[in-house]
């Protein structure tokens, strides 16, 4: 079985060699010869994501197997479809992603590997919230990424936890199952919605991180911008995974409103016969449920639409097998 270690990279000449040094290094590590025993070829890929600098020539200087570099910068959503279509390409069976900056130890590229093998998992996430805290996380990013859990575990209804960490292991049905929607910004939390609405099964490893003091952020340099952008693909998966309770709960909601304004007026209305007085509630009542209908409607509307995207993912996914099996 093959196994791919996945590295994006933009303008990472500085850390790329010695990351890869340490993958390599890792390599050695008795889980392969053990647990891991499975595992028969081990190849590095870097996907150099339009660097200015020179992060292509010291990926294949460092000893990676597989480049891949365009022009100009595309994000790291794009950078992860190249990665998955490479994979796939060259028949991988494993795909591990890691940052190319070395602030994940390669060492614990096992520990996401595991569930994976045993078949208790088809995607797992490194955790950095759980049992290991991650140290210097801007508190803004911790929090929002915590946030952003709950409200995704609630609609999905599916414990969720670390949405952002790019260190990740996958098998390769994953790798056939997922479609990016979103290629220009990051696909984090994107595939975590898509596997979870897939039925793939997700499991979170706490794995301990120290982020650099002098750290630079690649993906946004606002703060910002980050959320704003992430809370745009969450907003947006969630609907297409789960229309029924995107558009239906708030549908019943505001119906349930406008029927408790309307029961005020007319508990009012039997008093004296008086509507004029009361005439807010009619119109407040009517409005909530105009809207709460308009919702419902959009919601069975939006089902509509998902099942017939479920279909034509299908196709794809078989499109996709036989090509890459081929």
């Known amino acids: 079985m093959k196994l791919i270690i996945n590295i994006p990279a933009y303008n990472e000449e500085k850390d790329l060699g010695k ?11 008795d889980f392969y010869s053990k647990e891991g025993a499975l595992i028969t070829e081990k190849l590095i890929q870097v996907v150099d994501d339009g660097s200015s600098d020179n992060t292509a020539e010291v990926a294949r200087e460092a000893g990676a197997d ?3 570099s365009y022009k100009p910068n595309r994000r790291l959503a794009y950078s992860f479809k190249q990665a998955v279509e490479s994979s796939l390409k060259n028949g991988a069976d ?29 995607m797992v996430i490194a955790n950095r919230f759980g049992e290991h805290k991650a140290k210097n996380i801007p508190w803004v990013r911790s929090f929002f990424n915590r946030f952003a859990a709950s ?38 939390q ?14 979170w490893v706490p794995i301990a991180v120290t982020y650099f003091d002098n750290r630079e952020a690649k993906i946004t340099k606002s703060i910002f911008k980050f959320i704003s952008n992430s809370g745009k ?19 019943i ?22 509507i004029s007085p009361y005439l807010n509630y009619i119109i407040f009542s009517a409005i909530s449920m ?13 089902d509509m639409i998902k099942s017939a995207r479920q279909l034509t993912e299908e196709l794809f996914y078989q499109w996709k097998k036989d090509k890459y099996n081929n």
């Open 253 to 274: 909601f505001l119906l349930a409103i406008g029927l408790v304004g309307f029961s005020i007026f007319l508990f009012h209305y039997f008093q004296g016969f008086k």
């Open 290 to 302: 105009l809207l709460g209908i308009q919702l419902i409607v959009f919601a069975l509307i939006a």
């Open 190 to 203: 994107d595939t975590i919605i898509d596997a979870i609405g897939k039925n793939l099964k997700l499991k």
């Open 66 to 68: 597989i480049v891949i």
């Open 94 to 122: 494993f795909m591990v992603n890691i940052d190319a900056d070395g602030q994940f130890n390669p060492n614990d590229i096992p520990k996401l590997l595991s569930p994976v093998l045993k078949g208790e998992a088809d």
């Open 233 to 251: 693909i969450i907003l947006k998966a969630i609907r297409d995974v789960r229309p029924l309770k995107f558009f239906g709960w708030p549908g």
């Open 151 to 188: 409200i995704i575990g609630f609609f999905l209804n599916y414990k969720t936890n670390d949405l952002t960490c790019g260190f990740r292991a996958h098998n390769r049905e994953t790798l056939l199952r997922l479609n990016l929607t979103n290629i220009y910004f990051t696909y984090t």
């Open 19 to 29: 990351t890869i040094a340490r993958i390599k290094e890792s390599l050695s590590n």
